[in-house]
């Protein structure tokens, strides 16, 4: 018989989400075009480190510098190319504000419980540390079909 690969929910080698909607509608921040909402306290610190990370990146266009997620939305996003620069570097404040509100608000599951890899209620990702680079590897057949669909869909969503 074939151990069943267990793993504790405060485990920070660990990110954990379910599949589910934002509340609110996002155009410039990566976080909030994904459907993955997490569902522990480790994963909501990892998500808020990686938006700070992201946002304090620096990037010039137009003359003008703008933080990482309005230089990405303006490499990928043709609805934001479209906007005056002020106007996106505006609604980037506006949509970090509400994501780290939904982030604050979201129920979590207990750092007590544990949960199996091999399921099909949660997304969960394996966090390798490489440098200054946090890598997230599918931790099981589940994820990697939702993440595989989930960047075909963001892919196509950009063409």
């Not at 808020?48 to 620096?58: A, G, Q, W």
């Not at 980037?92 to 949960?115: F, G, P, Q, R």
């Not at 966090?127 to 939702?146: G, M, Q, R, W, Y």
């Amino acid at each position: 018989m074939v151990d069943e690969k267990v793993i504790n929910l405060d485990d920070i080698n660990y990110a954990i989400y379910k599949i589910g909607s934002w509340k609110n509608h996002y155009e410039i921040n990566q976080i909030g075009l994904s459907r993955e909402i997490p569902v522990t306290k480790n994963t909501i610190h990892h998500i808020k480190l990686s938006m700070d990370e992201i946002r304090s990146s620096e990037f010039s266009i137009s003359d003008m510098t703008v933080n990482g997620f309005v230089a990405i939305a303006f490499q990928l996003n043709p609805k934001v190319q479209q906007m005056d620069l002020d106007d996106a570097i505006s609604l980037e404040e506006k949509e970090y504000n509400c994501i780290l509100e939904e982030l604050d608000a979201l129920d979590v599951l207990s750092d007590d419980d544990s949960i199996s890899l091999e399921n099909e209620e949660y997304l969960i990702y394996h966090l390798i540390k490489d440098c200054h680079v946090t890598t997230s590897i599918p931790a099981n057949d589940f994820t990697k079909e939702f993440y595989e669909a989930e960047i075909k869909r963001i892919e196509d969503a950009l063409d």
